[in-house]
């Protein structure tokens, strides 16, 4: 079985400062991870993924996330904050199970 | 290269009355999923397909809904009778295989029942 944890609901941070927004996971297997970014009224759109290749992963508009396996951890980071960045964030654990998705974070970026 | 297409964009239906969704994957995906994002939840998934096999539809309520993928290509997603609860936005996604391959998603159809 898998599952993940977003451990928080809500994250506020101004422009220009460091977002932290946090994922835990469990597997029974070396698991695939996704960071899904979700814009109102807008499809999710893949940010990063790991595949047991890199444990940093870059993605797209500057954000990257690292894989801890003693932690279970894969916490998406970026260092400056833009208000374009203010959106739905989504944590997904893959591999040989069907995608599992967690609760999301919203995360709210203050002028 | 185009990506995943789902119609309607918006539905609003009276409870008890019937809806199909239409979903037409990005061309040579084989992996086909429903997901139900109900507001200020994740989404779950309802359905997998591969080419034309249903791989997991343990959370599908079977009682009200059915999906189809004839030809391995596009899917119907259907709610016959739907309830008020059914009210959220239906997500198409697809990908390349099923296992450590990301997910392109669709932009969703929002559903609202009356």
């Known amino acids: 079985a898998q599952s993940v944890t977003q451990l928080d609901s809500h994250v506020s941070v101004s422009e220009g400062t460091p977002v932290l927004l946090r994922c835990n996971y469990s597997?029974?297997?070396?698991?695939?991870l996704f960071w899904y970014v979700q814009h109102p009224n807008k499809g999710l759109q893949l940010l990063l993924k790991?595949?047991?290749?890199?444990?940093l992963v870059k993605g797209i508009n500057g954000f990257e996330a690292e894989f801890k396996k003693s932690e279970t951890s894969f916490h998406l980071t970026k260092p400056s904050a833009h208000m374009s960045d203010a959106a739905e964030y989504f944590c997904?654990?893959?591999?040989?199970?069907?995608?599992?998705f967690g609760r999301g974070t919203s995360l709210i970026v203050h002028p | 290269e185009a990506g995943v297409a789902q119609s309607p964009r918006y539905k609003i239906i009276e409870k008890r009355q019937s809806v199909a969704f239409w979903c037409n994957p990005i061309?040579?995906?084989?992996?086909l999923y429903w997901y139900q994002q109900i507001l200020g939840q994740g989404p779950k998934l309802l359905i997998q397909?591969?080419?034309?096999?249903?791989?997991?539809d343990s959370q599908l309520p079977k009682d009200r809904f059915s999906a189809e993928r004839l030809k391995g290509v596009d899917s119907t997603l259907k709610i016959q009778p739907a309830k008020l609860e059914d009210s959220a936005v239906y997500l198409c996604?697809?990908?390349?295989?099923?296992?450590?391959?990301?997910?392109?998603f669709g932009n969703g159809t929002r559903l609202t029942v009356t």
């Open positions: 996604a697809s990908s390349v295989t099923g296992e450590n391959s990301p997910l392109h």
């Open positions: 397909f591969q080419n034309n096999g249903v791989v997991d």
């Open positions: 597997s029974s297997y070396s698991p695939s």
């Open positions: 061309s040579g995906h084989a992996t």
């Open positions: 997904v654990v893959g591999g040989s199970y069907i995608p599992t």
């Open positions: 790991y595949t047991s290749a890199a444990t």
